[in-house]
């Protein structure tokens, strides 16, 4: 079930009224109630892969019992490894099967050796990298003592389910997540009525900005060869703002619809297109996967401790696993060693931690330095943008070579007046808002009444407006 | 919770409240635009009431291609307006000539358009978006279009529905309030010429299928008839003109000729006129042509020139200047 439609619209009020009407009183009857739902929203893409989430749920929840149990160091190692196995096996069989396959093909035959292989039809199923990562560090986390393991196992499974993040994230801790599902939620107005007004924008992002975005950058990315440098150029900023709208507005909508229901979700974007360098970006884009990287592979490989070498080899690793996270193509993989680059100059000088507080706090306009810094920072990521959406290597280095030639200087296509005023009117609201955790967090709440309901009713408007049809998210299919 | 409800209940009150003037918003600045074909200017002066011509040209794309008003106009010294809906036979021809009626004074000829499709069935509401603006609780659109596939019955009753999921036309109702008006109509009062080329269409078609056979609609056939017995009532005279086809398109419809003696059978019936170009030299040569059953702008000119000699030349039986 996408969020963007009829069917959620429907869903989600019948589910809230459930929860708060008649599984109230009873808090494992409440957690029932959302796995029953999680399953149900889940089961409406595809029911064949539920069977995939429970077998996981089952998995990691005998792994953390067995565990609390275990002191044998051996045993216990052997224990973590077969949950490691089984999650990334799952994922690795339907996400990367196909994509090794052909590349052991290629690599043997460049040596002069033909080898047989066939790729399978494998359909990818929904979500599969984000339960896989979040069941992954509740195994984990136990494994190194830092969390008790549950023996809820109604609890448990709605920490693996949860619907409002079950299919693309935030990828939640299980020490944030699982002890929400222990205590009884109270029904809080403010929380309430903020998680609307998150589930607005979230819908907004998505709707008006990255699926009108990604019209037009799909026209241009899908006839990149018909195009001079000016147009691809615009092509990738309505890329980079349809990936931004898009993820970032999904996540909104998670994390509002879990506020509904009581819950707190973890920050996953923090107006990462304000950002003054790259490290500053990468704190502030997919925040729940880039901590979940750093602590559970870039601290064990040993972090930024020893020498420059180790942090650079560190860093590329964490960087270029990230790319093939998102998929099993080289544009990814090229896409997160071209953030690896950027971030190098900072991390060798040592200023990767410079900006850590809020550009421009307290302030309504950045200074000419922090506004240079910002277009900088916000340039590299357009360009890394270029790979993550090129069909191949090939088409990324075409478009770039075009980009820095003589056909940028030409009057571009596709420079549609209402995407850029949308644009425009979008950066605004973030710029305001850059100092919440979302943009509509507190803005207009100072305002009279009819006013801020005006302006709600405005973006809801544009969103009823320009609904096109049940477009997918992009994260879906990572 | 009571206080989280009655907020939204009072916001989606709100949204409901202020939906029809955004619709009504919407809507005047769309019937602005070229969207839909460039087909608003000619619904827009129906229903502004500024057809007001005593020759109406009525008919499918092959009347609002083939017949130039403008021509016609200098040459009778009647102002003309040509109707012609692109992809509609003579169900939604009706709808105009209804509308005309309605908002306009009556015309004093009706030179209608027929061909091979105009009594035949036709289930897919070709261009609904041209109905968009007009169409919330107008009882005549609603009559003549809610038997097609497409619309509800709530996207014809309550206000915004039908612009739900229709994005490109609220984005060109938005740019058109907001950026750069696209006013000016590509059409000069309803024709539009085609400055096009011979293209494949006729080879394609011929490619998928050996022959076209048109499935008459009974109750388009009793709706023409009535329409007939109507214009005779109003004192308006009826001009039947089947306008050239190329000669290989002609071919290619198995049961034109069977069509045509329909056509004619009426005319004889209630003593009207009908020309037929199907053998007229024009129907020989390519270059007039853009496809099989589209004359091109210049095909257009000499066509109309053609027609209004014709016309001419039947004066002294059915006067056409008074």
């Known amino acids: 079930m996408l969020f963007n439609s009829i069917d959620f619209a429907i869903f989600l009020p019948i589910v809230f009224l459930l929860y708060w009407f008649v599984t109230n009183k009873n808090l494992k009857l409440q957690n029932f109630l959302i796995i029953i739902s999680s399953y149900l929203f889940y089961g409406w893409w595809d029911w064949k892969f539920l069977t995939l989430i429970i077998f996981s749920t089952l998995i990691d929840y005998s792994v953390g019992l067995l565990l609390s149990k275990e002191d044998n160091k051996t045993k216990r190692k052997i224990l973590l490894w077969s949950s490691i196995t089984v999650n990334l096996g799952f994922l690795g069989f339907f996400k990367y099967y196909n994509f090794f396959i052909e590349n052991f093909i290629t690599a043997f035959s460049f040596f002069g050796s033909e080898i047989k292989g066939n790729s399978l039809d494998i359909i990818l199923p929904v979500g599969i990298s984000f339960y896989t990562f979040q069941t992954l560090s509740y195994t984990i986390d136990v494994y190194k003592k830092k969390l008790e393991p549950t023996k809820d196992f109604i609890a448990f499974s709605a920490f693996v389910s949860f619907f409002p993040q079950l299919v693309a994230g935030p990828i939640e801790r299980a020490s944030n997540l699982l002890p929400q599902f222990y205590k009884k939620r109270k029904f809080d107005f403010d929380k309430a009525a903020d998680g609307m007004r998150q589930i607005l924008w979230g819908l907004f992002k998505k709707v008006v900005i990255a699926d009108t975005c990604a019209e037009a950058a799909n026209a241009i990315f899908n006839n990149s060869d018909n195009f001079g440098g000016s147009t691809l150029l615009l092509g990738a900023l309505y890329f980079t703002f349809q990936i931004y709208g898009d993820f970032s507005g999904y996540s909104d909508i998670a994390i509002g619809t879990s506020r509904l229901f009581g819950f707190d979700l973890k920050q996953n974007f923090a107006m990462p297109y304000f950002s003054r360098d790259i490290a500053e970006f990468w704190r502030r884009w997919h925040i729940s996967l880039s901590t979940w990287f750093r602590d559970y592979l870039y601290i064990p490989l040993g972090g930024s401790r020893g020498g420059n070498w180790m942090k650079i080899r560190n860093i590329f690793i964490i960087f270029i696993v990230s790319g093939f996270w998102h998929g099993a193509n080289w544009t990814f993989v090229i896409w997160g060693a071209l953030n690896a680059f950027y971030f190098l100059p900072l991390l060798v000088l040592n200023k990767n931690r410079q900006n850590l507080d809020i550009v421009a706090k307290g302030r309504n306009l950045p200074t000419l330095k922090e506004f240079f810094q910002i277009i900088t920072t916000f340039g590299l990521t357009v360009i890394a943008w270029i790979f993550f959406r090129s069909e191949n290597i090939g088409q990324a280095i075409s478009i770039l070579s075009k980009i820095f030639s003589d056909s940028l200087i030409s009057m571009p296509g596709f420079k549609k007046p209402i995407i850029i005023f949308l644009i425009f009117l979008f950066i605004i609201i973030e710029w305001i808002g850059r100092e919440e955790e979302f943009a509509l967090h507190k803005l207009g709440l100072t305002w009279n009444r009819s006013l801020r309901w005006f302006f709600y009713y405005a973006i809801a408007m544009l969103i009823f407006l320009l609904f096109d049809q049940e477009e997918q998210f992009i994260y879906f299919q990572f | ?322």
């Open chain 2, 1 to 322: 919770m009571e206080q989280f409800l009655k907020h939204i209940l009072f916001f989606l009150l709100f949204i409901i409240l202020l939906a029809y003037p955004l619709d009504i918003l919407i809507s005047n600045h769309l019937n602005k635009s070229n969207y839909a074909w460039g087909e608003y200017s000619t619904w827009n002066d129906l229903y502004n009431g500024q057809i007001n011509s005593e020759i109406v040209i009525y008919g499918s794309s092959r009347a609002w291609r083939h017949i130039d008003p403008e021509l016609l106009e200098k040459s009778f010294c009647l102002p003309t307006y040509n109707m012609g809906i692109d992809g509609h036979n003579f169900w939604l021809q009706y709808l105009r000539h209804k509308t005309l009626l309605k908002y306009n004074k009556n015309p004093k000829y009706i030179i209608l358009s027929i061909d091979i499709w105009s009594l035949a069935k036709n289930n897919e509401l070709y261009n609904s978006n041209q109905f968009l603006p007009y169409m919330l609780n107008n009882s005549d659109i609603i009559d003549f279009t809610s038997s097609y596939k497409g619309f509800t019955t709530l996207d014809y009753h309550l206000p915004l529905i039908r612009y739900f999921g229709n994005k490109r036309a609220v984005m060109q109702s938005i740019e058109n309030t907001f950026f750069f008006p696209s006013h000016a109509t590509k059409r000069k009062k309803g024709f539009q010429g085609a400055d096009l080329v011979w293209n494949d269409d006729l080879y394609n078609a011929k490619k998928n299928t050996e022959y076209y056979e048109a499935q008459l609609d009974p109750t388009l056939i009793e709706l023409f008839e009535n329409f007939l017995l109507e214009s005779k009532k109003f004192d308006i005279e009826v001009i039947l003109v089947y306008t050239p086809e190329y000669i290989d398109g002609q071919k290619f419809v198995k049961n034109r000729k069977e069509i045509v003696t329909l056509f004619k059978k009426f005319s004889q019936k209630y003593d009207i006129l009908f020309l037929d170009y199907s053998n007229a030299k024009i129907c020989t040569k390519k270059e007039y042509f853009y496809n099989a059953s589209h004359l091109n702008k210049t095909g257009a000119e000499l066509f109309t020139n053609i027609l209004i000699k014709d016309l001419e030349s039947t004066i002294e039986q059915n006067p056409i200047r008074k």
